[in-house]
T-cell receptor
Framework: DQQVKQNSPSLSVQEGRISILNCDYT??????FLWYKKYPAEGPTFLIS?????DKNEDGRFTVFLNKSAKHLSLHIVPSQPGDSAVYFC????????????FGAGTQVVVTP | KAGVTQTPRYLIKTRGQQVTLSCSPI?????VSWYQQTPGQGLQFLFE???????NKGNFPGRFSGRQFSNSRSEMNVSTLELGDSALYLC???????????????FGNGTRLTVT
């Protein structure tokens, strides 16, 4: 069953504006969440992560928000740049499952000039 | 520091054959995981190795197997290939230590396997 869901398969945003990507999960045992970016023919690139004990984590243009009660996390990219056009994956893992991530289906982001 | 290296990048096999894919983790990383990516199923976890021992296994048939060597390098093997095994196979490594619990996985660029 799909424990991590990205319900928006695509997102189009203008350069300079904010991109907001959403992710929902069902397993309350998840305690670490990650966002990856993927270009075609390449492996996913780690962007940012958040532990379940926090509700926000920032790294440059990227901010991840976690709402545990709603089992929802989001990734904000500000400002969006053309190089941000890629597929973004949300992922999660339970305690002690170091290498076992559950991935969402991905959101294709297109940043237009 | 070099990233995760996977070889070969592309592979074409026929049904019934077997294949071995190789992965060299980031230096110092002791945990190696394998994933399969297909258009229909997305990114699916295959297995994870640490100190030459399998720690976790995903829901794949026994035709999929792996191993890890003492230098942390890993291989995965798929026997009796089926058309549905065509996919991008990704290897990832992480720094698995008590002080680095929240350590992300770092992925290689994958091996694109086509089964005809």
């Amino acid at each position: 069953d799909q424990q991590v869901k990205q319900n928006s398969p695509s997102l189009s945003v203008q350069e300079g504006r904010i991109s907001i990507l959403n992710c929902d999960y069902t397993n309350s045992m998840f305690d670490y969440f990650l966002w990856y970016k993927k270009y075609p023919a390449e492996g996913p690139t780690f962007l940012i992560s958040i532990s379940s004990i926090k509700d926000k984590n920032e790294d440059g243009r990227f901010t991840v928000f976690l709402n545990k009660s709603a089992k929802h996390l989001s990734l904000h990219i500000v400002p969006s740049q053309p190089g941000d056009s890629a597929v973004y994956f949300c992922a999660a893992r339970v305690t002690d499952s170091w290498g076992k991530l559950q991935f969402g289906a991905g959101t294709q982001v297109v940043v237009t000039p | 520091k070099a990233g995760v290296t996977q070889t070969p990048r592309y592979l074409i096999k026929t049904r019934g054959q077997q294949v071995t894919l190789s992965c060299s983790p980031i230096s110092g990383h002791r945990s190696v995981s394998w994933y399969q990516q297909t258009p229909g199923q997305g990114l699916q976890f295959l297995f994870e190795y640490f100190s030459e021992t399998q720690r976790n296994k995903g829901n794949f048939p026994g035709r999929f197997s792996g191993r890890q060597f003492s230098n942390s390098r890993s291989e995965m093997n798929v026997s009796t290939l089926e058309l549905g095994d065509s996919a991008l196979y990704l290897c990832a490594s992480s720094l698995m230590a008590a002080s680095s619990y929240n350590s992300p996985l770092h992925f290689g660029n994958g091996t694109r396997l086509t089964v005809t």
